[in-house]
C-alpha cells in the first residue's frame, strides 16, 4: 500500500501562504494524490488531486515533485478559516478494490 | 454545503437502544459511503454502495447495519452499541464508486451511553 508521510501540525501567519508538504515514496505510477481538509466538527472537504503535473484551483495549488515521491499544497494567502486538518492521500488498490485511506494529517493553525 | 445532508447531527443513546442515521445526497452520484471518525484517529472507511449494491464492509461490527434503497440515501441503523462506538460518523458520495473525489456531509457525532 502506497502511504504517506505529514507532519503532524504547523503554524501560518495569516495572509501568508501556507505549503504543507506530503512525502508519499511508494506511489505507484497510475496513483493520484489527494489533498482534503476537515474544519472542526465537519465533514472532510475535497481540495485538489492531481497525478504528475502540478495543479491549481480556486482553493489551492498542488506542487508534485518530478519523481512523485512527495508533493505540496500551497495555500497562498491563508485566512483564519483556513484553520484545519488537512490530509494528503494518495489512492489505493487492495485486490481491484479501490479506497480512499486518511492519515492522521497535518493541523495547520494560522495564527491572526 | 455539500450537497450531501445527515440527520441526526447529534445522537445520544444507551447500550440497549436501536437507532438509524440518514445521509442524503442532491448530486445524482452513484455511490456512497460511512465513515468513521474516532477521537485522535485517522478517518475510517465502514462500507461502500456502489449503484446501491454493497461493495466493501471494512471488517465493521454486525451491530453496524447499513441500508441503502437507493442511490441518493444511505442509512446506518445501529443496535447494542459499546462506549467505544462513540464517534463522529460521516456520510460521503461520489460519482462512481471507484471516482475519488467524495462529498462529505457534516456528520453525526454519536455518543454511546
Known amino acids: 500500500d502506497a502511504k504517506t508521510t505529514q507532519p503532524p501540525s504547523m503554524d501560518c501567519a495569516e495572509g501568508r501562504a501556507a505549503n504543507l508538504p506530503c512525502n508519499h515514496s511508494?506511489?505507484?505510477?497510475?496513483?493520484?494524490v489527494y489533498w482534503y481538509r476537515q474544519i472542526h466538527s465537519q465533514g472532510p472537504q475535497y481540495i485538489i488531486h492531481?497525478?504528475?503535473n502540478n495543479e491549481t484551483n480556486e482553493m489551492a495549488s498542488l506542487i508534485i515533485t518530478e519523481d512523485r515521491k512527495s508533493s505540496t499544497l500551497i495555500l497562498p494567502h491563508a485566512t483564519l478559516r483556513d484553520t484545519a486538518v488537512y490530509y494528503c492521500?494518495?489512492?489505493?488498490?487492495?485486490?481491484?478494490?479501490?479506497?480512499?485511506?486518511f492519515g492522521t494529517g497535518t493541523r495547520l493553525t494560522i495564527i491572526p | 454545503e455539500t450537497g450531501v445532508t445527515q440527520t441526526p447531527r447529534h445522537l445520544v443513546m444507551g447500550m440497549t437502544n436501536k437507532k438509524s442515521l440518514k445521509c442524503e445526497q442532491h448530486?445524482?452520484?452513484?455511490?456512497m459511503y460511512w465513515y468513521k471518525q474516532s477521537a485522535k484517529k485517522p478517518l475510517e472507511l465502514m462500507f461502500v454502495?456502489?449503484?446501491?449494491?454493497?461493495?466493501e464492509n471494512n471488517s465493521v461490527p454486525s451491530r453496524f447495519s447499513p441500508e441503502c434503497p437507493n442511490s441518493s440515501h444511505l442509512f446506518l441503523h445501529l443496535h447494542t452499541l459499546q462506549p467505544e462506538d462513540s464517534a463522529l460518523y460521516l456520510c460521503?458520495?461520489?460519482?462512481?464508486?471507484?471516482?475519488?473525489?467524495?462529498?462529505f456531509g457534516p456528520g453525526t457525532r454519536l455518543l454511546v451511553l
Open positions: 454502495y456502489n449503484f446501491k449494491e454493497q461493495t
Open positions: 448530486l445524482g452520484h452513484n455511490a
Open positions: 511508494t506511489i505507484s505510477g497510475n496513483e493520484y
Open positions: 492521500i494518495v489512492r489505493v488498490s487492495d485486490f481491484g478494490n479501490e479506497k480512499l485511506t
Open positions: 460521503a458520495s461520489s460519482q462512481e464508486w471507484r471516482v475519488e473525489t467524495q462529498y
Open positions: 492531481g497525478l504528475k
